[in-house]
Nanobody, 125 residues
Framework: QVQLVESGGGLVQAGGSLRLSCAAS????????MGWFRQAPGKEREFVAA????????YYADSVKDRFTMSRDVAKNTVSLQMNKLKPGDTAVYFC??????????????????WGQGTQVTVSS
């Protein structure tokens, strides 16, 4: 069983930055993938970014490309999401997700077996 704990959310002004972290416990990742999704009030949970654990390949939603950067720390079994140039439209609860297998696509919710509890990100205008 994998447990995921997110941290780093908060309130920031538009144009500012935040860094989210997700710590995984219960197993050491050597393969699989981890991702970030977000859900705004009244909206579906949407893909933000993902990384294939082994090779470190990253994927981003068009809406965050060139502003957000996802990285992993293999030794600490954690992933981070550096969010720059934040916009009010980025306001949402951000969820960390993980899978221990190798799905064909890691940009969809159904690829993931484990989810964190979420952390709130609020961007004021």
């Amino acid at each position: 069983q994998v447990q995921l704990v997110e941290s780093g959310g908060g309130l920031v002004q538009a144009g500012g930055s935040l860094r989210l972290s997700c710590a995984a416990s219960g197993r050491t990742f050597s393969s699989g993938a981890m991702g970030w999704f977000r859900q705004a009030p009244g909206k579906e949970r949407e893909f933000v970014a993902a990384i294939r654990w082994g090779p470190g390949y990253t994927y981003y939603a068009d809406s965050v490309k060139d502003r957000f950067t996802m990285s992993r720390d293999v030794a600490k079994n954690t992933v981070s999401l550096q969010m720059n140039k934040l916009k009010p439209g980025d306001t949402a609860v951000y969820f960390c997700a993980a899978t221990t297998v190798q799905p064909i696509s890691i940009v969809v919710r159904t690829a993931y077996d484990y989810w964190g509890q979420g952390t709130q990100v609020t961007v004021s205008s």
